[in-house]
């Protein structure tokens, strides 16, 4: 039976809020498209201090207009007018307004923000928030001038001159140094790939619209058709530092390119008109990536989390396992827990943090805020927060229910079934680095040990070159990707290179000086001595062997100060996403580039 429409619809005041929502909605996604659309002019002019800026300053878009809306709300309407019956009307209300909205799911989502923020959480559910996705976001029409993607026939006009029409009709202000031969490599490296050469009736390449613009590249994003068969490709353009663009490379390997939008690095801007087709697209060229990511690297956290969220009710209610302590040393500041079954960990602030840790939860919350601000550089973990999260009281074991009463009680209630967690980050699942280099050891497996180690070095090396200082260096705060990159992911003691002070340990002045069990030197708050780093990290004399094959320079004072002095320079070092090995190799300009870590291991792909 057909459920009757409510007579109080026709509420005006639940229409004029839902309206009101919508208009802050479509106040903010104006402004993210702006902020997408000046990545191109900032691109084209290599102003990059002004778009790093821009990219920081577009991550709080989201909850700038969130407030704003919150605070029109509470203005001009009395809590009595937000009563229950008038909230399921505004929602109804909305999902008539979202009718041909060519954003509907950000706007649903940016619907349960205001909510949230109005309602207590015992109204969570789906009768006043979008638990469940309404509107429909398959096949939303797109402007006719600018489709989500252009369709390329080699088969026409050859399929040099069809790479370069994909190139240049993105319309650069700026010149390319020699396109024609950039085009002719890019061409000779798909047709190694792809066998191009042998084309079939439907041969052709299909090109998403609108660049996507990251630090100082733009990346052109597609896949070529042939057949059955389906190939995705990246194209990255660059400055050559002479005022001209080169095509740097064709990314053609599929784990390239999931390096490419992994979620270890900065969000993309890309101009979007109807962004689940650009999710729709980018999933075939990423089948493993869930929708929740392909969002948050676009720029759409928060539509990220929804998604993220509604997965894990999924998972949750076709699962059966328990909530356990993540395996790994125990920190002194976070409290990790994870779900077997379940690809990522929860992390919880303690309350209290034993010495030699001196720090607060709003500092801590300052650390993760910095990363979620930062570039990544492919090196450490995003995070997601969240408020308020209700888990199955019946699915934790009675250990880590025990332990989190006993070092975070303030985070902690439970209610009936639940149990509610009141603050909390979710990042992926990762093998710790102490954990990985322990088991190639274990196993006599020298070339793990040594890929570990070198990587570990390299993590290092980028995370300086993007001015972050990890503070606690060791092991167990670093992680192995599936991939087998290493990333940190453990950011209490994070800092700004620039804001440290490197020191080498001054000569004892006496035997005195040299048997004291403490430093008999003045060390400041910011204060570093690196050649102390060996001291704690290189124990192990298979690990030490290794490190100081190919990390020794970061033993010395020198070098850390090198890095701060470029810094404070100005300079912007490029960290490539993808091999060096597998660049055009131009004859590009620009200061200190840091060269990537090896090939991955045949097993580890």
């Known amino acids: 039976m057909t459920q009757a429409f409510p007579k109080l619809l026709s509420s005006q005041i639940a229409f004029d809020i839902a309206r009101s929502i919508l208009d802050g909605f479509d106040k903010h996604y104006r402004l993210f498209r702006s ?106 029409e797109t402007d006719e001038l600018l489709p989500t993607y252009r369709v390329y026939y080699p088969a026409a006009d050859g399929l040099r001159f069809a790479l370069q029409r994909i190139v240049t009709n993105f319309q650069l202000a700026c010149p390319f140094a020699a396109l024609e031969r950039d085009v002719a490599l890019v061409e000779a490296r798909m047709i190694q790939a792809f066998g191009l050469h042998e084309a079939e009736p439907n041969q052709q390449f299909q090109v998403l619209s609108n660049l996507f613009f990251r630090n100082k590249g733009a990346y052109i994003v597609g896949r070529a058709v042939n057949g059955a068969r389906e190939y995705p490709f990246v194209i990255p353009l660059l400055h050559d530092g002479r005022g001209a663009l080169v095509l740097d490379t064709v990314l053609t390997d599929p784990e390239q390119i999931a390096l490419l939008f992994s979620f270890t690095r900065a969000y993309f801007l890309v101009d979007m008109e109807v962004p689940s087709a650009y999710v729709q697209f980018l999933r075939a060229l990423l089948p493993r990536k869930p929708k929740s990511e392909i969002y948050t690297l676009l720029g759409l956290q928060k539509q990220g989390k929804t998604l993220f969220y509604r997965d894990y009710l999924q998972h949750l209610k076709h699962s059966s396992d328990r909530f356990q302590s993540a395996p790994g040393i125990r920190g002194l500041v976070m409290l ?217 320079d970061l033993l010395t004072r020198a070098w850390w100060q090198a890095h701060k002095d470029r810094i404070l320079a100005g300079e912007l070092v490029d960290i490539y996403p993808y091999p060096q090995q597998i660049r055009f190799q131009h004859p590009i300009t620009t200061p200190g580039a840091i060269e990537k870590a090896p090939p991955l291991l045949e097993n580890q792909q």
Not at 79 to 93: M, N
Not at 109 to 116: A, D
Not at 507 to 531: S, T
């Open 35 to 140: 902020a997408s659309q000046a990545a191109k002019r900032h691109f084209e002019t290599a102003n990059w201090e002004v778009a790093q800026r821009a990219a920081r300053e577009r991550i709080d878009y989201y909850d700038q207009r969130v407030q704003e809306a919150v605070r029109a709300l509470e203005d001009e309407y009395a809590p009595e007018d937000l009563a229950d019956h008038v909230w399921r009307e505004i929602k109804l209300h909305y999902i008539g307004l979202l009718s041909g909205h060519k954003q509907p799911e950000l706007a649903e989502t940016f619907f349960n923000s205001v909510s949230c923020h109005i309602l207590h959480r015992s109204y969570y559910h789906n009768d006043f928030l979008f638990v469940r996705p309404v509107i429909s976001t398959e096949y939303i």
């Open 336 to 552: 990790v827990f994870e779900l077997p079954s379940f690809p990522y960990v929860f992390k919880v602030i303690k309350d209290f943090y034993p010495p030699p840790k001196e720090t607060t939860r709003a500092q801590v919350k300052e650390k993760y805020l910095l990363v979620k601000h930062h570039d990544r550089v492919g090196r450490m973990a995003d995070t997601l927060e969240y408020s308020d999260v209700a888990f199955p009281l019946a699915r934790f074991s009675e250990e880590l229910l025990a332990e989190l009463q006993r070092h975070a009680p303030s985070l902690v209630e439970i209610e009936g079934e639940r149990i509610i967690v009141k603050h909390l980050y979710i990042e992926r699942r990762m093998v710790p680095l102490n954990m990985y280099l322990a088991a190639a050891e274990q196993a006599g497996d020298v070339a793990r040990l040594e890929h570990g180690v070198r990587e570990y070095g390299n993590a290092i090396r980028d995370l300086v070159a993007a001015n972050i200082f990890p503070g606690d260096m060791l092991y167990k705060n670093f992680g192995v990707t599936r991939q087998g990159r290493v990333v940190f992911y453990d950011y209490d003691e994070i800092e700004y290179l620039t804001d440290c002070v490197f020191r080498d340990i001054p000569a004892a002045r006496n035997e005195e000086d040299e048997l004291a069990a403490e430093a008999w030197y003045p060390i400041g708050k910011h204060d570093v001595f690196p050649e102390q780093f060996g001291r704690f990290l290189l124990g192990n004399a298979k690990i030490r062997h290794h490190f100081l094959q190919y990390h020794a």
